[in-house]
């Protein structure tokens, strides 16, 4: 116990309380013997017993709005900046997956109870439950944030900019010389951040006087089903056919990928391809490596629970903005393609 613990290093139990509460006035020999003292003996605070007699849950929730955000990358990735920075803030993190089934809305009611804050991370195709949630969380008044909410949100959020990540593909295939596009994105997916990435490409076309008609804007019929894409792409004349690609997700930029050169064609001598979030397993562990927008989702976690836990918090409107990253799959279009294009034709 502390008492005991005190006893032996002749300090008083509350200096020992003092330490566990990480009271930064402590002197640093003190706190040092002792966290030595506290970890030869294996003790652990008993978190909800303190929590008992001061009130507070100690904990920051994290509300997942049905199954596929354990699934996103945004979850998966922004997870260990949440994790980080609240374990530096001395806070627990307890998780809940919600639905529109009656049965978790109870549960959601309970979980409140067990929490001093949220993070709400608000994409999958369920999310479109978050505003009921958010009429319950306003009337608890506890803080919370929006993870991926609309900018014009009325809510305290952290985002990434998509439409500027967007326009940084563009803006990269124009500066190699490319004057002919296709922009692929996911026909049932209904995400306004592919919207936001499509507008931003768009945008930097037309900063170059282009017509947006030297775009061509596909989307797949069903989840990176990409051959029936390529088989058209590659049935245009070959002065017609797009020189590079913009794709929603890196996997469906390695996915093209593969297709093309399934049908004997390199990249980037014949198509550059950009895709977009920078997931290794994606982008760097097959050649050649992928050219994509970076979105730093670790730093977002990070900054979103700071925001979250600052008096202020109410007015955090959090933009993170995204990275250009160049590897191997963006070059300058070939003028001497033109035959191997006649030659695949």
């Not at 500027?164 to 994105?185: N, Q």
């Not at 945008?203 to 390529?230: G, H, M």
């Amino acid at each position: 116990t502390q008492v005991e613990i005190a006893k032996k290093l002749k300090i008083s139990q509350k200096t020992v309380s003092r330490v566990l509460n990480k009271d930064p006035m402590v002197r640093e020999d003190t706190r040092e013997l002792v966290l030595g003292e506290l970890a030869r003996i294996g003790y652990a605070p008993n978190l909800n017993a303190r929590n008992l007699v001061t009130g507070r849950q100690n904990a920051i929730g994290i509300l997942m709005p049905g199954e596929y955000t354990l699934q996103s990358i945004y979850f998966t990735e922004a997870l260990s900046g949440i994790m980080h920075e609240t374990k530096k803030s001395g806070k627990e993190l307890l998780f809940h997956s919600v639905s529109e089934s009656p049965e978790t809305i109870q549960d959601f009611n309970m979980f409140l109870h067990r929490v001093d804050a949220l993070l709400i991370f608000n994409i999958g195709s369920e999310r479109k439950i978050v505003p009921k949630l958010l009429k319950t969380i306003s009337k608890s008044s506890k803080p919370f944030m929006l993870i991926e909410s609309r900018p014009d949100g009325k809510y305290p959020f952290a985002t990434i900019d998509n439409h500027l990540g967007g326009y940084l593909a563009g803006e990269h295939l124009l500066k190699l010389g490319h004057k002919k596009f296709c922009v692929i994105s996911e026909k049932d997916a209904s995400l306004w951040e592919y919207d936001q990435r499509r507008d931003g490409f768009l945008a930097a076309v037309e900063t170059r006087s282009l017509s947006r008609r030297n775009v061509y804007l596909l989307d797949t019929e069903k989840r990176c089903e990409l051959t029936p894409i390529a088989e058209k792409i590659l049935s245009m004349k070959a002065e017609k056919r797009p020189t590079a690609f913009f794709l929603m997700n890196d996997h469906m930029a390695r996915v093209l990928t593969v297709e093309l050169e399934k049908r004997g064609f390199v990249i980037p001598r014949d198509f550059s391809i950009v895709g977009f979030n920078d997931i290794k397993r994606e982008t760097e562990l097959m050649h050649p490596f992928l050219t994509t927008i970076r979105q730093p989702f670790s730093e977002l976690g990070t900054e979103t629970v700071k925001a979250l836990l600052k008096d202020n918090r109410d007015d955090a409107r959090l933009m993170f903005k995204p990275e250009l990253i160049i590897r191997e799959t963006s070059a300058a279009p070939d003028a001497a393609r033109k035959g191997r294009y006649e030659k695949n034709s």
